[in-house]
């Protein structure tokens, strides 16, 4: 799940832009590009959005935008080209260095062309740069509001389904104790070759395999796992780790239910389970 938000703001005879990309994953990241003007303020930027976004990897870049038909300048900074030819001069003298700097190497060196500045430019302050931010992050987490609904429909008919597919679980296990007795006589009997059954003992064992394939508690947990996934989707505030615990509870009941219950119906209903809870876990990743 992603979301993106673009934010302008005039200022100093500029166009600033604030651009915000959150891609959700189970850890906070953050990126950042600022301009110099506000490298200053990073440590208040890192907490303001950390403090709006908990979870997820954060692009955040702020740019000067000129306004429209504007030619932008630049300057030679003369000051910064000698500190560069004295620093070489220097070395060569102490290295022993043969060769010299042409004007093609100076440009590319840092900070000796520079974009010429208005007269007017702009000083930012942390509370008016803070509430410009807080635009943009508001922005973007409307977007993933928006997401998160029609996440939550999706989270909610795979509930659904696999509360049908319980159901049908249970019904299954329940017409399985009588098959079982039914094949187990069939096989006592071949056993005996014709000899007397004895019909007490038979009940008996027959009781004991269906107490030993019982999944009635796990059936139960499944329901209040179910029941209580749907109240935290329903809570506000973050919930992800908590359906992602849940994920992993439902999962361990049905791979109980499977290997209990000992029924081929009841391990092709509990793959089914398994494959939405699956997809809903994958899904859990992207919520706070």
Known sequence: ?????????????????????????????????????????????????????????????????????ETRTYELDTDQVRVYLASAKKMQAKFRLEGKLCVEDILTLPGVV???????????????????LTKALEKAILHKEEEGRKLEKDFRLRLDRILK????????????????????????????????????????????????????????????????????????GESGRELDFLCQEMNREANTMASKAQLFEVSKESIAVKSEIEKIREQVQNVE
């Open 165 to 236: 597919t319980t159901q049908r679980i249970e019904s299954l296990v329940q017409g399985g104790q009588k098959i079982y007795f039914e094949k187990l006589k069939a096989r006592v009997q071949e056993l005996l070759n014709g000899e007397k059954l004895d019909e007490e003992r038979l009940h008996r064992e027959v009781a004991m395999l269906a107490e030993r394939s019982d999944i009635t508690e796990e059936t139960v947990r499944m329901k209040s796992h179910l029941d209580l996934f749907g109240k935290w989707l329903a809570r506000d």
């Open 114 to 132: 520079k974009e010429k500045t208005a007269e007017d430019a702009h000083t930012w302050t942390w509370p008016k740069l803070n509430a410009f």
């Open 1 to 69: 799940m992603t979301a993106f938000a673009r934010v302008t703001l005039p200022a100093g005879g500029k166009h600033w832009v604030v651009e915000i990309r959150s891609l959700n994953q189970r850890y906070f990241e953050l990126s950042l590009r600022l301009p110099p003007q506000m490298f200053q303020f990073e440590p208040q930027v890192r907490q303001l959005v950390q403090s709006l976004m908990r979870r997820g990897k954060v692009s955040l870049s702020v740019a000067e935008e000129g306004r429209n038909g």
